[in-house]
C-alpha cells in the first residue's frame, strides 16, 4: 500500500516561512512526478507546484510563482515544498501527490495525480 505523509504545517505569522515536506513509501519514486496542492475552508482544492520525477523541472501555480519552491530528494523518496513569504491566503491544508509518469511532464491537474497524502495544516493569521 502506498503512503504519502506531509509534515512541516503549523500557525506562523504573515510574512514567515514554512518547509513542507511528504515522505513517500514509493518504491519507484523516481518515476513518479509529485505535485502540492491545497485548499482551503470553503473552497476547491487548487493547484500550487509541481516536480518531475528527477527534479529537473518544476510549474508553480501564480500564486506560489517567486516565494514556494518545490524540490525533490530521490534517495530519501520525499519531496518539499519551500514556502516564503507567507500570506493569510495561504492557509489551507497542503496535500502532496504522486504520478507514475514516464517523462519529464509535470502535471498540474488533480485528476492526474493516483496517490495522496492526508494533508498538513498551514495557518496564517490576518
Known amino acids: 500500500q502506498v503512503q504519502l505523509v506531509e509534515l512541516g504545517g503549523g500557525l506562523v505569522q504573515a510574512g514567515s516561512s514554512l518547509r513542507l515536506s511528504c515522505a513517500t513509501s514509493?518504491?519507484?519514486?523516481?518515476?513518479?512526478?509529485m505535485g502540492w496542492f491545497r485548499q482551503a475552508p470553503g473552497k476547491e482544492r487548487e493547484f500550487v507546484a509541481a516536480?518531475?520525477?528527477?527534479?529537473?523541472?518544476?510549474v508553480y501555480a501564480d500564486s506560489a510563482k517567486g516565494r514556494f519552491t518545490a524540490s525533490r530528494d530521490n534517495a530519501r523518496n520525499t519531496v518539499f515544498l519551500q514556502m516564503y513569504s507567507l500570506k493569510p491566503e495561504d492557509t489551507a491544508t497542503y496535500y502532496c501527490?504522486?504520478?507514475?509518469?514516464?517523462?519529464?511532464?509535470?502535471?498540474?491537474?488533480?485528476?492526474?495525480?493516483?496517490?495522496w497524502g492526508p494533508g498538513t495544516q498551514v495557518t496564517v493569521p490576518s
Open positions: 516536480i518531475s520525477r528527477s527534479g529537473g523541472s518544476t
Open positions: 514509493l518504491r519507484n519514486f523516481d518515476s513518479h512526478a
Open positions: 501527490a504522486a504520478t507514475l509518469i514516464g517523462t519529464e511532464i509535470v502535471p498540474r491537474r488533480s485528476d492526474e495525480y493516483d496517490y
